[in-house]
């Protein structure tokens, strides 16, 4: 019994010193340029969003100390208020993923925690580090139709993290998932969908332009301005022009 109550001791310590490192570091200078960037103003994406001020290569020199926080703390650290925190949490969990000793299983509870969790992955920035590397990896040979109802979602994040997951389809080289999705959100009103479906876009094409191509000929006229732009950034110029003329 006393043996467990030090390990929980133990595991309490390294949490609440994982908090008290970021703290130190925090700049409220930077916290403020942070907040404008990430939109936390009423009304905006990221509204109510908290920040350290904390630039992410100083981050990530923290969260090298810390790769061995369990599962179950670092969903806890996903949960918190303050973006760094999460951030953090987003960090540890694609190690854990990436680790070459994770069995399958323990891959299969990351994905499954990161999908139950998708209310604290709640930024652009938090979403495009993690989704194509634990979603989408995941996936890779798996059944794919949650990515289907995330992009259905009613919420901003589920659908960004729904095209993002495709981008390691993408740098496969399968394409319809990617493709598929697009479609769905080609209506979408908000401009980070319209940026993220643009950018994978780019991506297909970067690969292949020919199906690119035949999939922005049926939908150049119609998809949204930003996106359009996005997806033939590569392009040149001339076949630039071609694709903005409407």
């Given at each position: ?9 133990v595991?309490?310590?390294?949490f609440n010193?994982?908090?008290q490192?970021?703290?130190s ?10 907040q404008?960037f ?5 009304g ?6 908290i ?9 990530r ?11 179950s703390?670092t969903?806890?650290?996903l949960?918190?208020?303050?973006h ?24 299969k ?5 990161y999908?139950?969790?998708t209310?604290?992955?709640n930024?652009w ?6 989704a194509?590397?634990?979603v989408g990896?995941?996936?890779?040979d798996?059944?794919?139709?949650i990515?289907y109802?995330?992009?259905?979602s009613k ?16 740098r ?12 769905i959100?080609l209506?979408?009103k908000?401009?980070l969908i ?7 876009l ?7 332009q ?6 922005l000929?049926?939908y ?13 950034e ?13």
């Amino acid at each position: 019994m006393l043996h467990k109550l030090s390990d929980i001791l133990v595991v309490i310590k390294v949490f609440n010193k994982i908090k008290q490192e970021l703290q130190s570091l925090a700049d409220s200078k930077q916290a403020e340029i942070l907040q404008r960037f990430f939109k936390t103003g009423k009304g905006e994406y990221g509204e109510g969003d908290i920040f350290l001020g904390i630039k992410v290569p100083v981050q990530r020199k923290v969260v090298k100390k810390y790769l061995e926080l369990s599962i179950s703390d670092t969903i806890k650290l996903l949960q918190s208020k303050i973006h760094e925190h999460r951030l953090t949490a987003i960090f540890i969990l694609i190690s854990k993923f990436e680790n070459k000793k994770a069995t399958e299983e323990e891959k299969k509870e990351i994905f499954n925690l990161y999908l139950e969790n998708t209310k604290y992955i709640n930024n652009w920035d938090l979403i495009d580090l993690s989704a194509p590397k634990i979603v989408g990896s995941y996936l890779l040979d798996k059944d794919r139709s949650i990515l289907y109802q995330l992009a259905n979602s009613k919420d901003l994040w589920e659908k960004r993290i729904s095209v993002l997951a495709t981008f390691m389809f993408i740098r496969n080289n399968d394409f319809k998932d990617a493709l598929k999705i697009s479609e769905i959100l080609l209506d979408d009103k908000h401009d980070l969908i319209h940026k993220s479906v643009g950018w994978m876009l780019r991506e297909i094409g970067k690969r292949n332009q020919s199906v690119e191509e035949k999939f922005l000929e049926k939908y150049h006229k119609t998809m949204p301005r930003t996106m359009l732009r996005y997806s033939i950034e590569k392009f040149s110029e001339e076949k630039r022009k071609y694709y903005l003329k409407k």
